[in-house]
């Protein structure tokens, strides 16, 4: 049974080193590139200044969800997510099994 497991391990570690680490290597790089760029675009959130001034709320505040930069947002949270998530496989994956 130990054998077995041994041989498992063995033939995925051969599999990720050729295969997914390099797929997982680049879309960590895309992540990480497409992060640095969408958090240059977005347009700083000044709605806190307006609420001093007692302006009302209009049409595009009301629909904030619907809008380009929301949907910005949300993308910059899941590609945060993946970059994450991959940063913690890689580690665990770089640390040697100890025997």
Do not use: R, Y
């Amino acid at each position: 049974m130990n054998s077995m497991m041994n041989m498992l391990m063995a033939s995925f570690g051969e599999i990720w080193h050729s295969v997914l680490q390099p797929i997982a290597l680049v879309v960590m790089a895309l992540c990480a590139i497409f992060i640095i760029f969408v958090v240059l675009f977005q347009p700083g959130n000044s709605s806190g200044i307006s609420a001093l001034g007692g302006q009302t709320e209009t049409f595009l505040g009301k629909n904030k969800n619907k809008t380009f930069e929301h949907k910005m947002k949300k993308l910059t949270v899941v590609c945060g997510i993946i970059f994450a998530i991959l940063a913690v496989v890689f580690a665990i994956i770089a640390v040697p099994a100890s025997n």
